[in-house]
């Protein structure tokens, strides 16, 4: 099932997160920034990466570490979530009940051109996810396991972490900003009414 | 100095307290021997988070996470780590986020593995590069009062702050 990536993101990332609005979310940079983006209008509740590879797992961690009264939800991709593939063994230790981590794997780099990672040759995520101690996870190829992930997404009470397998299509075009400062101060006032 | 590498010393207990009194509730930190203490204390402190890591870099972005929060945290690592981060600081930088990472110095004063050397001659001019500050503690006394100035400059100023524990104050350990 490893090769199998026929799901477009354009659809399943919106299906599978749903109403984005009571959650807050951290994202990797590219592809999976963009499909948040778009899907809030680059929201306040979203946190948005063009840099700082391999970082979005862990700030969403400490993120949900530090509001355990909200669901925090980490997209991020492929290739971003292999950089530092090593925090999964970190949330799989601290197991924050409200976080949740969906890997939007099209197993290429897409934004720099398409190049192959390495789960698009064999390397499995949701495994290292679960040898990382990580309660809850899945694995979706099919339109009809969405509704479920999205379920676990939602409402797990441990930790849970979703392998989503799509295809090499583009994630939406949006213009968002990039600036990292102004971003974290709008979370910040939309979260806690200051800077 | 004659303390032995890694041993509890007193402001290291007094550093611990600092912290706390500063809001400071999560602790991320790569083992290590200079920090002990204040590791060990934050895991036995039930209103701490204390949070082991697999690499430092990992720190840099959970602390940013967590004043998203609304939360303050602090980094410990040794000199080594530092290498680690350099690409993650740029969120630092560029999202003016505050971070306070406490640096035990190794490849310096009286440096015995030599394998610790490159990178602890590079710690300074590294973070001083990605945009962030770098504060030198070289005695007991100084440490209080260099610590709770990183704490000032990160979360009133926004600013990523490196405190140094210097090999001469941590000790240099024997090989």
């Not at chain 2, 035990?104 to 009286?110: A, K, S």
């Amino acid at each position: 099932m490893n090769d199998v990536r026929f799901l477009d993101r354009k659809q399943a990332v919106p299906a599978i997160v749903g109403d984005p609005s009571d959650l807050l979310i951290v994202c990797g940079l590219a592809g999976a920034s963009k499909d948040i983006a778009h899907l809030t209008n680059d929201g306040d509740n979203i946190f948005t990466m063009a840099g700082a590879m391999g970082g979005a797992t862990a700030m969403g961690l400490g993120l949900a570490l530090s509001r355990p009264d909200k669901r925090v939800l980490v997209v991020t991709g492929d290739g971003e979530l292999l950089m530092n593939v090593g925090t999964l063994a970190t949330v799989g230790i601290m197991k924050p009940a409200n976080l949740s981590i969906l890997c939007v794997d099209n197993g290429h780099y897409g934004e720099t051109g398409y190049q192959e990672s390495h789960t698009q040759r064999g390397v499995n995520l949701e495994v290292i996810a679960q040898g990382s101690a990580i309660p809850v996870t899945r694995t979706v190829t099919t339109e009809d396991q969405i509704a479920e992930a999205a379920q676990v997404l939602r409402n797990s009470n441990a930790s849970s972490f979703v392998l989503l397998r799509v295809s090499t299509e583009p994630p939406p075009a949006v213009k968002r900003s990039m600036d990292a400062s102004e971003r974290k101060t709008a979370f910040r006032r939309a979260l806690l009414g200051t800077r | 100095m004659t303390t032995e590498y890694g041993a509890a010393v007193p402001w290291q207990e007094d550093l611990f307290t600092l912290l706390r009194e500063n809001d400071v509730n999560l602790f991320c930190y790569v083992p290590d021997g200079g920090h002990k203490t204040l590791i060990n204390r934050s895991i036995e402190d039930p209103e701490v988070i204390s949070v082991p890591l697999t690499t430092e870099e990992e720190g840099v972005a959970m602390c940013a996470g967590a004043h998203l929060g609304g939360k303050k945290a602090v980094l410990l690592m040794q000199s080594s780590g530092v290498g680690n981060c350099v690409n993650m600081f740029a969120l630092i930088k560029g999202g003016q986020f505050p971070l306070v990472t406490l640096v035990t110095m190794r490849g310096e004063f009286g440096e015995m593995n030599p394998w610790q050397v490159p990178m602890g001659t590079a710690v300074q001019p590294v973070v001083e590069a990605m945009g962030m500050h770098c504060l030198r503690a070289e005695s007991p006394e100084e440490v209080g009062p260099t610590v709770q100035a990183a704490l000032n400059m990160a979360y009133k100023s926004n600013q990523g702050v490196a405190v140094l524990l210097t090999q001469k104050l941590i000790g240099a350990k024997a090989f």
